[in-house]
């Protein structure tokens, strides 16, 4: 059988740009459990005057009844993909007081600190947060700067940003545990 011609292009490689891998998505996944384990410590109240979608926030009072350790497990699983429709960044405010406002300075401090310096400091926010995957900040760190080399409109710079602060919040968050 002969081997077709190598007919990607540049083109092809642009069009994939941005596009999350299969391992990526199923770690997303699995970071918004995480969160989802934390939404699910806050009070009944609390869950139900979250911004969210009806069927999460049933899912997030269901996983308070059930003891049995693998449904929690694939109640928080269902939770993580549940939270993939929501707004990070609200999601995100209502867990945020649980750092407090000293945390969440660092956590812009560490994402100045990224976007100046880059891999060097891409390292050793990897060594301090064990939950982080040195490929996704890298990626984060990489749409910033592209947008910054591209002279890009400030929004979109600033939209770069806070996804890659969105996830350095996350990550700090899980490794807190």
């Given amino acids: 059988m002969a081997r077709r011609p190598n007919s990607l292009t540049e083109e092809d490689f642009e069009s994939l740009e941005g596009r999350a891998s299969k391992t990526e998505q199923k770690k997303a996944v699995q970071r918004m459990a995480a969160?989802?384990?934390?939404?699910a410590e806050?009070?009944?109240k609390q869950i139900k005057n979250l911004p969210v979608d009806?069927?999460?926030?049933?899912?997030?009072?269901?996983?308070?009844?059930?003891?049995?350790?693998?449904a929690r497990r694939r109640q928080f699983s269902r939770i993580?993909?549940?939270?993939?429709?929501?707004?990070?960044?609200?999601?995100?405010?209502?867990?945020?007081?649980?750092?407090?406002?000293?945390?969440?300075?660092?956590?812009?401090?560490?994402?100045?600190?990224?976007?100046?310096?880059?891999?060097?400091?891409?390292?050793?926010?990897?060594?301090?947060?064990?939950?982080t995957e040195r490929h996704t900040l890298r990626q984060h760190?990489?749409?910033?700067?592209?947008?910054?080399?591209?002279?890009?409109?400030?929004?979109?710079?600033?939209?770069?940003?806070?996804?890659l602060f969105n996830y350095v919040q996350q990550v700090a968050l899980i490794s807190d545990n």
């Fill in 35 to 39: 969160l989802g384990a934390q939404l």
């Fill in 54 to 70: 009806e069927r999460l926030i049933e899912a997030l009072l269901d996983v308070q009844a059930i003891s049995s350790h693998e």
């Fill in 141 to 163: 760190y990489l749409r910033v700067h592209r947008d910054l080399k591209n002279q890009a409109a400030e929004e979109e710079v600033n939209a770069s940003k806070l996804k």
């Fill in 80 to 131: 993580g993909k549940l939270l993939r429709n929501e707004n990070e960044t609200v999601i995100l405010s209502y867990l945020t007081p649980k750092q407090g406002l000293k945390k969440t300075a660092q956590l812009q401090r560490w994402v100045d600190r990224i976007v100046k310096d880059g891999d060097p400091a891409i390292n050793e926010f990897t060594k301090t947060f064990n939950a």
């Fill in 42 to 44: 806050l009070s009944a």
